[in-house]
């Protein structure tokens, strides 16, 4: 009653079966194939590999000019507003040209990242 | 989606609480945070040393400047990786202003989604290697990819990010962060053969 899966439908569905993100069903039939079909299971197995070396690998540390220089640039640009604010407050026209859009509404304005 | 315990999630959302209400030292204790994944983000997509230092600055930089407007129901990291990959594609795109590299995808010629090595790995391919060789392993595959496929790769499977934040962070569909995502696995697979499989197994042309 099952219909059998090709390799090239299994592929398709590699995915979602290695995120574990699809119904009992699909994973039902996924998990026939990859039990019976010999390639398709060295294909899973070394992709499932190939994610938990990635996930594996820690990130390095960032280089200590590079986090000074961060730092720094930081501090100053805190200390910078800290002055603002402690200054006589005065309309700033800051908040309306925040064209870095870095607020949720992203992607910012005019900026398409991947199409 | 990236792992967090409830007592983290509590825990950064008291910080950036305070970050938000001017402590300075709660937005530095969120860079210590982030710094080194930040960095391998913008390491990762723009392959370029130089900008990837301009990106983790430009990219905390924002993140200070626009404090006021990020709402504390979402969650600050994935926020911060939203401006760092806006940063690194801006970067990209300058470098790679001529027609040489393309952000677009890639003409399908069915070829990217073949797979060719099937060869059992070892069981622990990590192990086989120091950790600095396996980081130029796997480090060089990421580049080998092309930029529309490392991107959606690095955010889903390095930063662990959800298919849904990707799509948004790159303004792009789920349907393409799903068939970028496959591409982009199977060729790093097929990269890494070479690398983690069992000595004396054969290698054998496939479907």
Redesign the interface.
Known sequence: MTSLLT??EF??D??DY?DECCGTEVRLKLEKHVTECP?CW??C???K?????????E????PEP??S???A???Q??AAD?GK?QAPKQKSGD?SQ?S?????R???AG????? | MTQTTPAEVFDETALVERAKS?D?GA??EL?SRY???I??LAKHITQNDEDA?DV??EA???????L????LQ?KFYT?LV??A??EA??KLRKRKSSKEVS???PTDTGEE?V?R?????EDD??KTYSRDE??GI?DSAVESLK??FR?VFVLR??E?LSTEETA?????SIPAV?SR??RA??Q??EK??RF?KRKGDDVFA??
């Open positions: 390799c090239k592929l398709a590699l995915n290695l390639n060295v294909v197995d070394t992709t590999k190939t994610l938990k070396v990635y996930k594996g690998m990130p390095q540390e960032v590079l986090k220089r961060l730092m640039a930081l501090e640009k805190m800290k604010k908040s925040e870095g859009g870095c607020g949720q992203v992607p910012p900026h398409s990242p991947l199409k | 001017g300075t937005f530095t860079v710094e080194r994944k960095y391998r230092e983790l600055q905390f930089m924002k993140a200070y400047s626009h006021d407007g990020f709402q979402s926020w939203r401006i990959v806006n594609l801006m952000l677009d995808e989604q797979v090595e099937i060869a059992v790995w391919p990590e396996l980081r796997l930029p529309a991107t499977d390095v662990e948004e962070a790159l303004n792009i799903k995502l496959l696995r199977l790093l697979r890494l053969s983690f496939y479907m």
